[in-house]
Protein backbone atom coordinates (compact mmCIF):
# COMPACT_ATOMS: atom_id res chain seq x y z
CA UNK A 1 0.00 0.00 0.00
CA UNK A 2 1.47 3.33 -0.96
CA UNK A 3 1.45 5.94 2.16
CA UNK A 4 3.52 8.38 0.98
CA UNK A 5 1.50 11.82 2.26
CA UNK A 6 -1.21 9.88 4.36
CA UNK A 7 -2.29 11.56 7.54
CA UNK A 8 -1.46 8.97 10.57
CA UNK A 9 -2.66 10.49 14.52
CA UNK A 10 -0.01 8.31 16.91
CA UNK A 11 -1.30 9.04 20.30
CA UNK A 12 0.77 7.93 22.99
CA UNK A 13 3.80 9.36 20.78
CA UNK A 14 6.36 11.14 22.57
CA UNK A 15 7.62 7.89 23.52
CA UNK A 16 7.86 3.87 23.83
CA UNK A 17 5.76 1.67 21.19
CA UNK A 18 3.81 4.54 19.72
CA UNK A 19 7.32 7.28 19.30
CA UNK A 20 8.64 3.79 17.30
CA UNK A 21 5.01 3.94 15.31
CA UNK A 22 5.41 7.34 14.65
CA UNK A 23 8.96 6.63 12.90
CA UNK A 24 8.38 3.71 10.79
CA UNK A 25 5.17 6.35 9.24
CA UNK A 26 7.40 8.95 8.90
CA UNK A 27 9.94 6.62 7.38
CA UNK A 28 6.92 5.58 4.92
CA UNK A 29 6.53 9.06 4.41
CA UNK A 30 3.26 9.50 5.86
CA UNK A 31 2.52 13.33 7.56
CA UNK A 32 2.56 12.61 11.11
CA UNK A 33 0.99 13.86 14.03
CA UNK A 34 2.41 12.43 17.80
CA UNK A 35 -0.13 13.03 20.47
CA UNK A 36 -0.18 13.35 24.12
CA UNK A 37 -0.13 14.64 27.52
CA UNK A 38 3.31 16.33 27.63
CA UNK A 39 3.97 18.84 25.30
CA UNK A 40 7.40 19.28 26.44
CA UNK A 41 7.85 15.39 26.24
CA UNK A 42 6.03 15.48 22.53
CA UNK A 43 8.39 18.29 21.30
CA UNK A 44 11.57 16.43 22.42
CA UNK A 45 9.98 13.24 20.70
CA UNK A 46 9.77 15.07 17.23
CA UNK A 47 13.53 15.89 17.68
CA UNK A 48 14.26 12.81 15.69
CA UNK A 49 13.20 14.06 12.48
CA UNK A 50 14.81 17.24 10.93
CA UNK A 51 13.39 16.93 7.83
CA UNK A 52 9.53 16.90 7.32
CA UNK A 53 9.20 16.73 10.87
CA UNK A 54 6.17 15.73 12.71
CA UNK A 55 3.43 17.96 13.98
CA UNK A 56 2.58 17.51 18.12
CA UNK A 57 -0.47 18.00 19.94
CA UNK A 58 -0.92 17.58 23.94
CA UNK A 59 -4.16 15.67 24.51
CA UNK A 60 -5.59 13.43 27.54
CA UNK A 61 -7.18 11.12 25.21
CA UNK A 62 -9.76 10.72 28.23
CA UNK A 63 -10.95 13.88 27.80
CA UNK A 64 -13.90 13.72 25.10
CA UNK A 65 -13.86 16.91 24.41
CA UNK A 66 -10.16 17.50 23.54
CA UNK A 67 -10.07 14.66 21.44
CA UNK A 68 -12.49 16.23 19.45
CA UNK A 69 -9.96 19.44 19.37
CA UNK A 70 -7.33 17.24 18.41
CA UNK A 71 -9.09 15.73 15.33
CA UNK A 72 -10.46 19.00 14.30
CA UNK A 73 -6.57 20.52 14.50
CA UNK A 74 -5.74 17.92 12.25
CA UNK A 75 -8.01 18.03 9.63
CA UNK A 76 -7.76 21.61 9.38
CA UNK A 77 -4.30 21.50 9.34
CA UNK A 78 -3.24 18.43 7.08
CA UNK A 79 -6.68 17.13 6.23
CA UNK A 80 -8.57 13.49 6.91
CA UNK A 81 -6.92 11.26 9.18
CA UNK A 82 -6.47 8.21 7.03
CA UNK A 83 -4.23 5.99 10.06
CA UNK A 84 -5.50 6.11 13.46
CA UNK A 85 -3.21 4.38 15.64
CA UNK A 86 -4.15 4.31 19.46
CA UNK A 87 -1.29 3.62 21.62
CA UNK A 88 -1.78 5.90 24.63
CA UNK A 89 -2.19 3.92 27.71
CA UNK A 90 -1.29 3.29 31.63
CA UNK A 91 -0.99 1.08 34.14
CA UNK A 92 -0.74 1.75 38.18
CA UNK A 93 1.27 0.33 40.60
CA UNK A 94 -1.51 -0.93 42.81
CA UNK A 95 -2.42 -4.18 40.50
CA UNK A 96 -4.71 -6.34 43.00
CA UNK A 97 -8.50 -5.37 43.72
CA UNK A 98 -7.28 -5.29 47.56
CA UNK A 99 -4.88 -2.67 47.12
CA UNK A 100 -6.07 -0.17 44.41
CA UNK A 101 -8.33 2.31 45.21
CA UNK A 102 -11.74 2.83 42.69
CA UNK A 103 -10.26 6.54 41.01
CA UNK A 104 -6.99 4.32 40.47
CA UNK A 105 -9.55 1.94 38.69
CA UNK A 106 -11.28 4.73 36.92
CA UNK A 107 -7.98 6.16 35.85
CA UNK A 108 -6.65 3.46 34.17
CA UNK A 109 -10.21 2.32 32.34
CA UNK A 110 -10.86 5.94 30.77
CA UNK A 111 -7.15 6.35 29.31
CA UNK A 112 -6.57 2.61 28.23
CA UNK A 113 -10.44 1.98 26.93
CA UNK A 114 -12.22 5.10 26.90
CA UNK A 115 -9.36 7.19 25.62
CA UNK A 116 -9.56 4.34 22.43
CA UNK A 117 -12.72 5.01 22.14
CA UNK A 118 -12.99 8.58 21.74
CA UNK A 119 -10.28 8.37 19.48
CA UNK A 120 -12.18 6.15 16.83
CA UNK A 121 -15.36 8.21 17.08
CA UNK A 122 -13.77 11.48 15.93
CA UNK A 123 -12.01 9.74 13.04
CA UNK A 124 -14.86 7.28 11.99
CA UNK A 125 -17.33 9.54 10.72
CA UNK A 126 -14.78 10.83 7.82
CA UNK A 127 -13.40 7.36 6.93
CA UNK A 128 -16.71 6.02 6.82
CA UNK A 129 -17.61 8.90 3.61
CA UNK A 130 -14.49 8.05 2.55
CA UNK A 131 -14.97 4.33 2.45
CA UNK A 132 -11.69 3.78 3.55
CA UNK A 133 -9.02 4.03 6.95
CA UNK A 134 -6.50 2.11 9.30
CA UNK A 135 -6.96 1.60 12.99
CA UNK A 136 -4.82 0.21 14.94
CA UNK A 137 -4.95 -0.58 18.92
CA UNK A 138 -2.13 -1.08 20.57
CA UNK A 139 -3.32 -3.46 23.04
CA UNK A 140 -1.67 -6.36 25.06
CA UNK A 141 -1.34 -9.55 25.71
CA UNK A 142 -3.06 -9.37 28.99
CA UNK A 143 -6.01 -8.47 26.99
CA UNK A 144 -6.40 -12.21 25.79
CA UNK A 145 -5.11 -13.95 28.67
CA UNK A 146 -5.70 -11.95 32.48
CA UNK A 147 -2.08 -12.41 34.47
CA UNK A 148 -1.38 -11.30 37.84
CA UNK A 149 1.77 -9.00 36.30
CA UNK A 150 -0.69 -6.70 34.53
CA UNK A 151 -3.21 -6.24 37.33
CA UNK A 152 -6.80 -6.44 37.57
CA UNK A 153 -7.75 -2.81 36.32
CA UNK A 154 -5.32 -3.41 33.11
CA UNK A 155 -6.28 -6.40 31.72
CA UNK A 156 -9.46 -5.42 32.74
CA UNK A 157 -9.30 -2.84 30.27
CA UNK A 158 -7.75 -4.42 27.96
CA UNK A 159 -9.90 -6.80 27.48
CA UNK A 160 -12.37 -4.10 26.70
CA UNK A 161 -10.24 -2.63 23.84
CA UNK A 162 -9.91 -6.06 22.57
CA UNK A 163 -14.08 -6.26 22.71
CA UNK A 164 -13.71 -2.40 21.48
CA UNK A 165 -11.54 -3.24 18.26
CA UNK A 166 -12.90 -6.22 17.45
CA UNK A 167 -16.59 -5.12 17.58
CA UNK A 168 -15.75 -1.81 15.50
CA UNK A 169 -13.58 -3.81 12.95
CA UNK A 170 -16.31 -6.16 12.17
CA UNK A 171 -19.19 -2.92 11.75
CA UNK A 172 -17.10 -1.09 9.81
CA UNK A 173 -15.39 -3.77 7.16
CA UNK A 174 -17.92 -3.17 4.87
CA UNK A 175 -17.10 0.05 4.90
CA UNK A 176 -13.02 -0.13 4.05
CA UNK A 177 -12.32 0.45 7.12
CA UNK A 178 -9.72 -2.07 9.00
CA UNK A 179 -9.03 -2.14 12.36
CA UNK A 180 -6.26 -4.39 13.57
CA UNK A 181 -5.76 -5.28 17.52
CA UNK A 182 -1.65 -6.04 18.23
CA UNK A 183 -1.11 -7.95 21.56
CA UNK A 184 1.79 -7.03 22.51
CA UNK A 185 3.76 -9.18 25.34
CA UNK A 186 6.89 -7.63 27.56
CA UNK A 187 8.18 -4.23 25.79
CA UNK A 188 11.05 -2.64 27.05
CA UNK A 189 8.93 0.96 27.44
CA UNK A 190 9.01 3.67 29.92
CA UNK A 191 5.80 2.12 31.36
CA UNK A 192 8.02 -0.26 33.05
CA UNK A 193 8.32 2.27 35.71
CA UNK A 194 4.71 1.57 36.71
CA UNK A 195 5.48 -1.34 37.79
CA UNK A 196 5.42 -2.79 42.03
CA UNK A 197 8.86 -4.00 41.64
CA UNK A 198 12.04 -2.87 39.49
CA UNK A 199 13.01 -4.66 36.43
CA UNK A 200 16.24 -5.67 36.26
CA UNK A 201 18.40 -5.11 33.11
CA UNK A 202 18.68 -8.88 32.50
CA UNK A 203 14.96 -9.11 32.62
CA UNK A 204 14.67 -5.51 29.86
CA UNK A 205 17.19 -7.34 27.74
CA UNK A 206 15.37 -10.40 27.05
CA UNK A 207 11.98 -8.48 26.31
CA UNK A 208 10.84 -7.15 23.22
CA UNK A 209 11.84 -3.21 21.95
CA UNK A 210 9.24 -0.79 20.29
CA UNK A 211 10.88 -0.86 17.22
CA UNK A 212 10.04 -5.41 17.05
CA UNK A 213 6.01 -3.59 17.48
CA UNK A 214 6.57 -1.38 14.81
CA UNK A 215 7.45 -3.66 12.45
CA UNK A 216 4.45 -5.78 12.76
CA UNK A 217 2.56 -2.67 12.30
CA UNK A 218 4.00 -1.58 9.35
CA UNK A 219 3.62 -5.08 7.52
CA UNK A 220 -0.22 -3.80 8.55
CA UNK A 221 -0.66 -0.43 7.71
CA UNK A 222 1.30 -1.30 4.42
CA UNK A 223 -0.97 -4.24 2.91
CA UNK A 224 -3.14 -3.63 0.02
CA UNK A 225 -6.88 -2.57 0.87
CA UNK A 226 -8.47 -6.19 -0.22
CA UNK A 227 -6.37 -7.47 3.44
CA UNK A 228 -7.17 -7.19 6.72
CA UNK A 229 -5.38 -8.22 10.06
CA UNK A 230 -7.87 -8.48 12.80
CA UNK A 231 -5.41 -9.27 15.51
CA UNK A 232 -2.04 -9.98 15.96
CA UNK A 233 0.24 -11.13 18.96
CA UNK A 234 3.62 -10.55 19.14
CA UNK A 235 5.83 -11.68 22.69
CA UNK A 236 9.40 -12.06 23.51
CA UNK A 237 10.82 -15.85 22.93
CA UNK A 238 10.82 -16.51 26.16
CA UNK A 239 7.73 -15.57 27.26
CA UNK A 240 5.24 -17.96 27.49
CA UNK A 241 1.82 -17.72 26.05
CA UNK A 242 -0.82 -20.13 27.15
Same mark, same amino acid.
Given at each position: ?10 ? !? !?? @? ?11 ? *? +? ?5 ? +?? #?????? /? ?17 ? =?? &? +? ?14 ? *???? $????? $? ?6 ? *? ?11 ? $?? #? ?12 MRARQS ?8 ? /? ?13 ? @? ?10 ? !? ?17 ? =????? @? &????PVSEQR ?32 ? #? ?5
Amino acid at each position: MHLENKVAVVT !G !GG @SGIGLAIAEMLSG *E +GCRVVLA +GR #TAERLH /AAAEWKQAARPETYPVDVA =DR &Q +GVQQLFEWVRTRLGPV *EILV $NSAGV $NITSRSMK *EMTPAQWDHVLAV $NV #TGAYNCMHAVLPAMRARQSGIIVNISSV /AGKRVTVLGGVAYCA @SKFAMTALGTGV !GIEEAERGIRVTNVYPGEV =DTPLL @S &QRAEPVSEQRRAIMLQPADVARMVQAIVRLPARAHVPELVIKP #TVQPYS
